[in-house]
Structures are given as C-alpha cells and as structure tokens.
C-alpha cells in the first residue's frame, strides 16, 4: 500500500457498508493518513496491511498485520476490509490465511483479531483461518470479541 493507492483506499474506507463495525465512515483524509500510518507499520515492523487484488490487478480491499493491544498487552491483529462487491467469494478467507501464514513464517507467536460482536462475515473469516474466541472485552472504548490462536 502506497499513496498511490489514495482514490481507492478511500473508496474503501469511505463505504458504508465496509465501515458498518466501525463508529464512523472515514473520509479521504483518513484514508491518507491510514496509508502514512501503514507505511510507518512496514517500516518499524516489516508487516501493515498490505492491498489485495485480482490476478489482473482489480483492487479488492486491504489485509494485513498490525500491532494492536489488548488489556495492556501487545498483540498482532491480521485484519481485513473488501468491497461490497467482492463480498461473499471467499476472498478474504484467501487473503486472510495467506497473512497468517506471512506472520507464522515471520517468527510471529500468537495471532488476534479483534471483532465486534454482531460482524459475524468476520467472524466466520476468523474461524476459517484457524482462530477460535479467546475473551470478550473493550477495546479502543468498544466490546469486542478477540479471536486468537497459536500459530
Ligand atoms: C468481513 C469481510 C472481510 C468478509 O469478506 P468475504 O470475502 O465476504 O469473506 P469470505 O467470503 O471469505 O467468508 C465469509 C464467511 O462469512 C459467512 N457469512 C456472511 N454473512 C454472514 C452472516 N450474516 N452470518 C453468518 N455468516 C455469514 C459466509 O457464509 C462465509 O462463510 P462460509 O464460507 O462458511 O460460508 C467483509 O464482509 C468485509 O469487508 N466487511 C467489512 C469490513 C469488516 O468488517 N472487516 C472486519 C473488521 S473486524
């Protein structure tokens, strides 16, 4: 993901249907400033959110690794955002297992993903790659269910 990837990730994160768990849809300022934050993930981490595309190169939606923490403990999240239009294929579940086996090869212990309650597509995705619920709890001031396992 680079800033050349602006006027999608801004599609993405801007629809409001991807952003029906979040509290708000975000705006093309948000969308540059997830993209700066990601390339400071690459950089201190060697992992982010990374695109996802078709094999002739038709933007999809993003899936990666980030560092989160939960109950003061600091954790690696694979996460995951398609468009709409792509709901439904399994092409989150493809992205998804790819990313756990991207952390599992890269020396990466346990795996999270922290989801809200009611997204059950996401926790199905979860469930598909391996992780099972861990605990119920707030994070970032929302209830959400962490799902882990160890890889
Ligand atoms: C979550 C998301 C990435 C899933 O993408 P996707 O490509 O449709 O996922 P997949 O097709 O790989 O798998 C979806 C699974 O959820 C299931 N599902 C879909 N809607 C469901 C529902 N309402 N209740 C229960 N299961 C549901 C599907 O049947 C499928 O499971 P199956 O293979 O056992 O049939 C997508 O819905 C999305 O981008 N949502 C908005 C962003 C988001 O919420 N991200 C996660 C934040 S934690």
Same mark, same amino acid.
């Given at each position: 993901?680079?800033?050349?990837?602006?006027?999608?990730?801004?599609?993405?994160?801007?629809d409001?249907?991807?952003?029906?768990?979040?509290?708000?849809?975000?705006?093309?300022? *948000?969308?540059?400033? !997830?993209?700066? !934050?990601? %390339?400071?993930?690459?950089? +201190?981490?060697?992992?982010g959110? !990374?695109?996802? %595309?078709? @094999? *002739?190169?038709t933007?999809?939606?993003?899936?990666?690794? =980030?560092?989160?923490?939960?109950?003061? %403990? $600091?954790?690696? +999240?694979?996460?995951?955002?398609?468009?709409?239009? !792509?709901?439904?294929?399994?092409?989150?579940? %493809?992205?998804?297992?790819?990313? $756990? *086996?991207?952390?599992?090869?890269?020396? #990466?212990?346990h795996?999270?993903?922290? #989801?809200?309650?009611?997204?059950?597509?996401?926790? $199905?995705?979860? +469930?598909?790659?391996?992780?099972?619920? +861990? $605990?119920? =709890?707030?994070? @970032?001031?929302?209830?959400?269910?962490?799902?882990?396992? *160890?890889?």
């Amino acid at each position: 993901m680079t800033a050349d990837d602006l006027d999608q990730m801004t599609a993405l994160l801007s629809d409001p249907e991807v952003m029906r768990y979040y509290p708000a849809p975000k705006t093309r300022q *948000d969308a540059a400033n !997830w993209i700066a !934050w990601n %390339e400071r993930n690459y950089a +201190e981490h060697g992992f982010g959110p !990374w695109i996802i %595309e078709l @094999h *002739d190169g038709t933007f999809v939606g993003d899936c990666g690794l =980030t560092v989160q923490t939960v109950e003061g %403990e $600091r954790l690696v +999240e694979v996460g995951y955002h398609l468009m709409p239009a !792509w709901h439904g294929r399994g092409l989150a579940t %493809e992205a998804a297992c790819a990313v $756990r *086996d991207e952390a599992r090869d890269g020396g #990466i212990s346990h795996l999270i993903a922290i #989801i809200r309650p009611a997204n059950l597509p996401s926790q $199905r995705v979860a +469930e598909k790659i391996g992780l099972h619920l +861990e $605990r119920r =709890t707030s994070v @970032h001031d929302l209830d959400c269910l962490v799902y882990g396992a *160890d890889l």
